[in-house]
């Protein structure tokens, strides 16, 4: 792998801005695979000559920060200027002649563990105003061993919004799984192993495929009764990600209560000896 990234036309020298996860990761990375990886630029650092004399320079900087950054480096006619970021479009590095993008769709909690996931067959997003850049990107991620993906600028937000979903919000319903689960003496390890085969479930038949359970069968009282013994607090996001799964199935009718459930405002839902799903649940 190291002999096929030296062996590729295009620029060798990289700049990293930023020392946080993201940029230990891509250092690691790339000094791995034989990139001349110059001392990052840590916060506080003198920006203005971050270009010269490098052929690559990569703001791996909180989305926040990434125009502020850019406008602080001085420009130069022949560095690819990129970020790191998901959401954000080649405007924010306006002022430089050559931009470009490169989001990897990994997690990246520690700099050794997001370099490994760097070479694990990830997916990158890439963009870049001009063709060799759009070549050096390819280069990188094919040393990488991973897949490139184009995102136009327009279509960046919706993107990240997605790579949240998939990652940010599957830990946050991991955490919810865990709450639940607390009482019942069933380990967290248990349910990983359920969600695992359903994300196997997933990408063999495709998510409406996939679906099982209570509302893939329109059992809205299996639900009322999960949501009777839930904590108030648990219930909206529970109701919510019911209505979701709710939409791989378009011919089950979803009752009104699970909206006021995950709006948080339910209609006396849960009063002891009352039946929390309201008359529209009895058939």
């Not at 036309?9 to 940029?23: H, K, L, S």
């Not at 989001?103 to 997916?123: F, I, N």
């Amino acid at each position: 792998m190291t002999g096929r990234l030296r062996d590729a036309a295009g620029p060798q020298r990289v700049r990293i801005v930023g020392t946080g996860r993201a940029g230990g990761s891509f250092a690691r990375v790339l000094a791995d695979l034989g990139w001349q990886v110059a001392a990052p630029v840590a916060h506080g650092d003198d920006l203005a000559r971050v270009a010269e004399e490098t052929d690559l320079v990569v703001l791996a900087v909180p989305d926040r920060t990434v125009a502020a950054v850019a406008a602080a480096i001085e420009s130069r006619p022949d560095p690819l200027v990129i970020h790191v970021s998901g959401s954000l479009g080649l405007d924010v590095l306006a002022g430089h002649p050559r931009r470009g993008s490169l989001h990897p769709l990994v997690s990246m909690p520690d700099p050794s563990t997001g370099a490994a996931r760097l070479r694990s067959g990830a997916w990158f997003t890439t963009a870049a105003d001009d063709e060799d850049g759009r070549a050096l990107l390819a280069s990188v991620v094919a040393a990488l061993g991973g897949h490139g993906v184009a995102v136009a600028d327009e279509a960046r937000a919706a993107y990240h919004a997605a790579a949240v979903a998939a990652s940010n919000h599957l830990v946050a319903l991991c955490g919810q799984v865990e709450r639940i689960a607390a009482p019942t003496g069933v380990p967290l390890s248990a349910f990983l192993a359920l969600a695992g085969q359903t994300l196997e479930g997933v990408a063999t038949l495709g998510p409406a495929a996939a679906l099982t359970g209570p509302v893939r069968r329109g059992d809205w009282d299996t639900v009322g009764r999960h949501l009777e013994v839930l904590d108030p607090d648990e219930r909206p996001g529970y109701a919510a990600l019911a209505e979701l799964a709710a939409r791989l199935v378009p011919e089950v009718d979803v009752p009104a209560w699970l909206a006021a459930v995950r709006a948080g405002d339910p209609p006396e839902p849960f009063a002891e000896g009352a039946d929390p799903r309201g008359d529209e649940a009895v058939s």
